[in-house]
């Protein structure tokens, strides 16, 4: 069995400066009080996300509980659940998260308007929700990766991990199994291998690129073995694996969580290779950059969309049936207008917010926009299709920080409008877009 692989490399796009991300929570808010208020919950991983797409949003308060994929979706699907209020926190115009409180009483338990998944609804598996039933849509947002990670400071440092190297590490851990020990080296310390549970979609996304059912991780294992390293959140996975002190730890994090952290005392990302493939990838074109270029063009496999469930009306999102439970109601025009920005519907080069805005605040997260892509997928680890956005934003998105930071692809030219015969000549990238670089349309 491989442990270490042959790692495929691009000519670098991006360089490597590592950036700080949003602000972590302080302080406390009477979130009963907040205007406009539109309840998200579920993915650990969309937090950088959202924080960077409330600083766009100019009316609406975004109220978000970090609990799971899963749970998020449950949300909104299951009838009279709610969300319990000591997880939220209100993100502030800024981007940073005050911890909701209910003035003088504690904040109650909240009906959710949008559940957030890194993972399609039918790869659930806590709770099992399959296909979405009438009167509930799916909107799919920008595009992340998972990764799976180990500490940067590791002296015997693998560099890379294949879909079946990662099966024995995740499903035995180095364990017995009827009189053999399955064992990759040197992951096999049990209580080095932490994972986070099957109502994770960081687990359940990487689960079904290496074929492992998500609640089989660790065999047969359990958190009350003292063996399974079931981790709650990213934010506490990162800390888990960045201060882990022996070659044998691993991880997974989704990359907007890996890449401010992708330097020494921080986490490592291990490129992948996927089943069928000759060699490894990493989802950037090298370790130390941010293009995400094997993600956009299909050569990483382990990506997705961050989905946003909600109820709907005529095919509209609304809010939760429940709202006027909330401590402070929201309104359908709201949650319309969150999903719009999250989707990119209606979101033009004059609108408030307008598109260079948002594209800028989904990549600032580490978050790869649809319009960025070159391919596309309709399922869990699906197959990949070309695909040609309306309007590309390929160009812009290598340009920003986290996304290339001005190391662009050898194609991109600028343009104006006013000079498109002129700027615009390679075809087939004749069409100046909104973003001011010449793509094709």
């Known amino acids: 069995m491989k442990k270490t692989l042959t790692i495929c490399a691009l000519a670098a796009l991006a360089g490597g400066a590592v950036l700080t991300t949003a602000p972590t929570a302080h302080a406390q808010v009477d979130c009963t009080t907040l205007p406009h208020p539109v309840y998200i919950a579920g993915s650990s991983a969309s937090k950088p996300y959202l924080q960077q797409i409330a600083q ?13 994929s899963c749970v998020g979706i449950g949300d909104i699907v299951t009838a009279n659940q709610t969300e319990p209020g000591s997880g939220f926190s209100q ?51 920008a595009i992340q990766a998972m990764e799976i990670v180990e500490p940067y400071t590791m002296t015997q440092s693998q560099f890379s991990i294949s879909a ?26 049990p209580n080095e291998i932490f994972t986070r549970g099957d109502t994770s979609g960081t687990q359940l996304m990487v689960a079904t690129a290496i074929k492992l059912n998500g609640a089989k991780w660790l ?37 907007a969580t890996v890449d401010p952290n992708k330097k020494l ?46 109820n709907v009306t005529g095919g509209k ?16 025009a709201d949650v319309q207008a969150v999903i719009n920005v999250l989707t990119h519907t209606n979101i033009t080069s004059t609108s408030t917010p307008s598109i260079v805005q948002v594209v800028g605040a989904e990549t600032a997260a580490y ?4 319009c960025a892509m070159q391919v596309m997928r309709t399922s869990e680890i699906g197959a990949e299709a070309s695909y040609q956005p309306p309007e590309g934003c390929g160009c812009l998105y290598e340009s920003l920080p986290h996304g290339g930071a001005g190391n662009t692809s050898s194609y991109c030219q600028t343009c104006t409008k006013a000079s498109e015969k002129t700027d615009c000549t390679v075809k087939p990238y004749t069409t100046c877009n909104d973003f001011g670089y010449c793509e094709v349309q």
């Open 91 to 141: 993100i502030t115009s800024a981007g940073a998260l005050v911890t909701c409180t209910g003035g003088a009483n504690p904040y109650p338990a909240i009906n959710v308007d949008i559940g957030v998944s890194d993972v399609y609804p039918e790869t659930c598996i806590t709770p099992s929700v399959g296909t979405l039933p009438a009167g509930y849509e799916l909107f799919n947002g």
């Open 56 to 68: 766009v949003l100019p009316s609406v308060t975004l109220i978000y509980a970090s609990s799971a």
């Open 219 to 255: 065999s047969a294992l359990g958190a009350e073995s003292g063996a399974a390293q079931i981790i709650g959140s990213s934010g506490t996975m990162l800390t888990d694996v960045e201060t882990a002190t022996t070659d044998a730890a691993i991880g997974i994090l989704s990359n």
């Open 317 to 332: 999102p609304v809010v939760n049936p429940n709202a006027q439970s909330n401590p402070a109601v929201s309104a359908n």
């Open 367 to 370: 978050f790869i926009p649809q």
């Open 164 to 189: 079946d190297a990662a099966y024995v590490v995740f499903g035995y851990a180095g364990q017995p199994y009827m009189g053999n020990t399955y064992a990759i080296t040197p992951w096999t310390i």
């Open 265 to 310: 005392g921080g986490v490592e990302p291990l490129a992948f290779q996927a089943s069928g493939q000759d060699c490894a990838y990493y989802p950037d074109s090298q370790l130390s950059t941010f293009d995400k270029i094997n993600v956009r063009q299909g050569r990483y496999e382990i990506w997705g969309y961050e989905h946003f469930v909600t």
